[in-house]
C-alpha cells in the first residue's frame, strides 16, 4: 500500500477521535447509537413485524453522510464521488433520493 494512503488503523483511529478531544472515543460509537435507536424502534413497534428496515437504517446514516461529504467538499461532485469512492453518477441519484439536490454546474460565459 502507498505510504500516502492511510491505513484502516489509522483511518478508524481519526474517525472514532472527536476534534476537540485527542482521545479516541469507544470504536464503536456509531454502532451503539445505531443499536439504540433499533432497541427504541422495536420497542415502539411491539409486536407489529418491521418494514423496510434496511432501507431505514441506511437511509438515516447515508443522508447526513452525503450532506457532509457535500459540505466538506464544498459541493465539488468528482471530490465528493472520489472521496465516498462512488461515481458521480450514482452521488447525484443518492443525492436527488434524499433530497440533497447538487448545485447546477457553473457555465463559463463568454
Do not use: W
Request: hydrophobic share 35%.
Amino acid at each position: 500500500m502507498p505510504s500516502c494512503v492511510p491505513s484502516m488503523t489509522s483511518l478508524r483511529a481519526t474517525m472514532t477521535s472527536e476534534p476537540n478531544n485527542p482521545q479516541p472515543v469507544s470504536s464503536s460509537k456509531v454502532e451503539d447509537t445505531i443499536r439504540q435507536a433499533l432497541d427504541q424502534y422495536f420497542q415502539v413497534l411491539g409486536d407489529q413485524p418491521p418494514h423496510a428496515l434496511h432501507e431505514m437504517v441506511i437511509s438515516a446514516a447515508e443522508r447526513p453522510l452525503l450532506a457532509y461529504v457535500m459540505d466538506r467538499y464544498q459541493g465539488n461532485l468528482s471530490h465528493a464521488a472520489q472521496a465516498l469512492g462512488i461515481t458521480r453518477f450514482t452521488l447525484r441519484s443518492k443525492l436527488r433520493a434524499h433530497g440533497l439536490v447538487a448545485p447546477p454546474k457553473a457555465r463559463p460565459t463568454a
